[in-house]
């Protein structure tokens, strides 16, 4: 019983974490294997969770019962709502988080967890049976440890290599030792490798900066959360500062000159980079024309001095480093602690798997995370999650849960994963979703609840919770129909400088002015008379709502699970609705437009494109078919119409022509 478990997980960064604790709390005896326990949920790079994209990921990863949602809402340091300026589509969530509470949080959730067993050892070999199933993992110590499900989770970890100027050393992040030997497993199974390379700046001492010399960032008092059932009540106050910086002519300089000193323009690095995410040498190279550029000092822990210096990521000899930094106003003394440095790895071809992320080659191996070409902690907590919930399918014997396009962020990065593949580390922006004003952070709960009920990891106490919401939303969309009376419709209008033209108007409809916001709106109908005046025009519609003495006794406690809306005031006709529904309300009526064309679009993309396709298809007999188009998708073999759309080099015509013979 010490060597045989029901799912194996390799890794335990963020894409481990997640497929380690799904399998573990669905019942499966899951062993969680890592070259180093201590590097449990590690943020090897920023100290932070969230940002555009990132942030809907991360409340789709709770929405579907993943764990790093409450453990960045436990550890954050620093909080804000990105893109407020601009519409609640990318509204994004991000955190500081303190990474080494956050990683002894992860191990601890780990070690705890029943029915996980977490060991430290080396995976050296992938085994499968005589027939080529997969049956367990051998350690570099020559332990066979068997199971009928294996997920590989190797983060950049896969034969990697950290580069700083002409310097190699073979190990992994931040000093962490790598996988020496599984890659050659993996090309011995028949996958082809590739090199990626990614990298990351030095972490300065805090107090050898003047912090004068730069901006500080300061966090938001409203207490956001990432996942609905934190309760964060984090103040500015309480939270470390950022700070904004910027680069001069003397920076770029000093680069320009020491540009073939650089592992990529000196021709070290094989790897293809982050296009989203590049060196300081990149952004000389690539923007030449700019005088400057921004970066964010940033505190890793209250633990320690070190701070990360966002944006200025290099490969460059150490010595030039320390001209690099100091000639930045404010970093003139600057104290270097760990050096920037760069880092090439191994990984698949993501097309190699379907959309559940199991192996074409190999049933019951599983991929997640930077392995599969990603960037990012929160890509990776994501894939890690649904190849959790896929592994535990496959030994269940039953079906997988498929996330289309259309409903999560989530769904949008293994489609392209697995139906366009990535030539470069894949990170997820909004640009990428066709449907993001559907998208939206605030209602992930809502738009995968059929998903995690499948999934099974959500608690009662959260299905209800999510179930209140949507029955809540349903009262509320009766309740805004009330008509206001004209001098309170007039009195609030004209405050926000909106016209009134001697209209009745409902509550919905006002909420359509283009000077309307859920803050305005809410602060200004909190109030008794109102309340009282709409209760005597339309009893039925406020029956059993008793109005609240204060629009303090409005708060998470009383209304059960907070969601994930800002905690707000409550108006009064809305004051039995927990605040997650009446900002969601909010949202569906200020867009209604907007929202039922995307949705008209989105179902009928669906209905063309879920048009199933037999996995034994024989492309090669379609007449009509050109022949690059037979070759992907012969090669690519995608289980519905819309993932063929999507293959790079099949055209609409080719569509067009698939669809007639599957119809036939």
Do not use: W
């Amino acid at each position: 019983m010490d060597f045989a478990f029901d799912a194996i997980v390799v890794g335990i960064g963020h894409a481990g974490v997640e497929a380690a604790l799904a399998l573990a709390r669905l019942g499966n005896r899951t062993l969680a294997l890592s070259v180093s326990i201590d590097n449990a949920g590690y943020l090897a790079c920023n100290p932070s969770i969230g940002g555009t994209a990132k942030g809907h990921l991360v409340r789709e990863v709770d929405a579907l019962g993943g764990e790093m949602g409450k453990a960045a809402d436990k550890t954050m340091t620093h909080l804000r709502m990105l893109n407020l300026s601009k519409g609640v589509a990318v509204h994004s969530l991000r955190a500081q988080i303190d990474k080494y509470e956050y990683r002894d949080h992860i191990k601890s959730i780990l070690e705890n967890q029943p029915n996980l067993y977490l060991r430290q050892g080396e995976a050296k070999k992938i085994l499968t049976d005589k027939d080529g199933k997969i049956c367990g993992v051998e350690t570099v110590v020559g332990i066979q440890y068997t199971a009928s499900v294996v997920v590989l989770a190797c983060g950049v970890y896969l034969n990697s290599s950290i580069i700083v100027g002409s310097s190699i050393e073979n190990i992994g992040p931040s000093g962490f030792p790598r996988a020496n030997y599984l890659a050659d497993s993996l090309r011995e199974l028949g996958f082809v490798l590739r090199r990626f390379k990614t990298g990351t700046p030095a972490r300065v001492k805090r107090d050898s900066v003047d912090l004068n010399k730069l901006e500080i960032q300061p966090g938001e008092d409203t207490p956001y959360s990432f996942s609905a059932e934190s309760k964060v009540s984090l103040k500015t106050k309480q939270q470390v500062h950022c700070y904004l910086g910027y680069t001069n002519k003397t920076t770029h300089q000093i680069i320009s000159d020491n540009l073939t000193k650089s592992p990529k323009y000196g021709g070290l690095i094989k790897g293809a980079g982050a296009r989203y995410c590049p060196s300081v040498e990149d952004k000389i190279v690539r923007f030449s024309d700019k005088e400057r550029h921004p970066f964010f000092l940033e505190p890793e822990s209250n633990r320690t001095q070190e701070c990360y210096v966002q944006g200025l990521s290099t490969g460059l000899p150490a010595e030039i480093q320390f001209k690099l930094y100091r000639s930045i106003e404010g970093f003139e003394n600057v104290e270097i602690m760990r050096d920037a440095y760069a880092i090439e790895y191994d990984c698949i071809d993501p097309t190699e798997l379907y959309a559940s992320l199991e192996s074409k080659r190999h049933s019951g191996l599983f991929f997640a995370g930077q392995i599969n070409g990603t960037s990012g902690y929160e890509e990776a907590a994501a894939q890690g999650l649904v190849a959790g919930i896929n592994a535990n399918k496959f030994l269940k014997n039953l079906p997988p849960i498929i996330l289309p396009r259309e409903s999560s962020y989530t769904g949008v990065l293994i489609d392209d994963l697995t139906t366009k593949g990535t030539e470069e580390p894949y990170r997820m922006m909004t640009s990428r979703a066709e449907y993001r004003l559907l998208l939206r952070q605030d209602n992930a709960d809502l738009r995968l609840f059929e998903e995690a009920q499948t999934a099974g990891l959500l608690s009662k106490k959260r299905i209800a919770a999510v179930k209140k919401k949507i029955k809540d939303i349903e009262k509320g969309r009766e309740l805004l129909k009330v008509k206001l009376p004209k001098e309170r419709t007039k009195k609030y209008l004209e405050k926000i400088g909106e016209p009134f033209h001697d209209q009745v108007l409902t509550l919905e409809e006002v909420i359509r002015r283009n000077a309307v916001t859920y803050e305005n709106f809410m602060a200004e109908f909190d109030t008794r008379s109102d309340f009282v005046c709409l209760q005597g025009q339309n009893r039925d519609a406020v029956k059993g709502i008793k109005p609240r003495s204060s629009a303090a006794e409005h708060t998470a406690e009383s209304d059960g699970v907070r969601g994930y809306a800002p905690e707000f005031n409550t108006l009064y006709i809305l004051s039995s609705l927990i605040p997650a529904a009446s900002y969601d309300l909010f949202i569906e009526v200020k867009y209604q437009g907007y929202l039922q064309r995307e949705k008209a679009a989105a179902h009928e993309a669906r209905r063309v494109g879920d048009l199933q396709i037999p996995m034994d298809f024989d492309y090669a007999a379609i007449k009509g078919l050109r022949n690059e188009a037979k070759e992907k998708l012969q090669k690519l073999r995608p289980l519905t119409v819309g993932q063929a759309s999507r293959i790079s080099g099949v055209t609409p015509a080719d569509i067009t022509v698939l669809i007639f013979y599957l119809k036939k």
